[in-house]
């Protein structure tokens, strides 16, 4: 319980600061204002991440090639492939937290990095969808997608 009330703070915290929509900035200015505070903010982690989908404050985007996504998948979350992520801004809830995400962590700091610059509170994640699909085992994942199921009313 306490662990659980630790992630939520954490959660809130990073949420309450982005209340209001950043406005969209340069890439240059992105990078020129690139701290050791923005460093951390622009990550999360695997437990992290459920709690906030939980809470319905974050927004998934899975931005793998489409070839890659039809071979396996997560059971929730968006998939926007990293080269349509331009053409598909109006699939991103800017009300959210954004979290991007692959298999590793490439692809996802560079959509991170564009959304940021596009006004999203945008972050990656930072184990991966393999390290996702590593905490999502056995009890975690029937119990984490019973919440997601409840959130969508189902």
């Known amino acids: 319980m306490k662990k659980r009330i630790i992630t939520i703070a954490a959660i809130l915290m990073m949420v309450i600061p982005f209340a209001v929509h950043a406005a969209e900035l ?10 050791y505070k923005v460093r951390k903010e622009m990550k999360i982690n695997s437990e992290s ?4 989908l939980e809470q319905g404050l974050i927004q998934l985007v899975d931005i793998r090639f489409k070839e890659e996504s039809a071979a396996w ?4 979350g968006s998939h926007i492939p990293l080269n349509e992520l331009p053409s598909r801004l109006d699939e991103i809830d800017k009300d959210k937290t954004i979290v991007t995400a692959c298999p590793h962590k490439d692809r996802a700091i560079l959509a991170m990095a564009y959304l940021r610059t596009k006004g999203y509170n945008a972050k990656y994640l930072v184990d991966g ?3 996702l699909a590593e905490f999502l085992r056995g009890d975690s994942a029937r119990n984490v997608m019973e919440i997601l199921e409840e959130n969508r009313g189902g």
């Open 26 to 35: 340069s890439m240059e200015t992105y990078i020129s204002g690139f701290d």
């Open 49 to 52: 991440l459920v709690s906030g």
């Open 73 to 76: 998948r997560m059971g929730f």
């Open 129 to 131: 969808l393999l390290g």
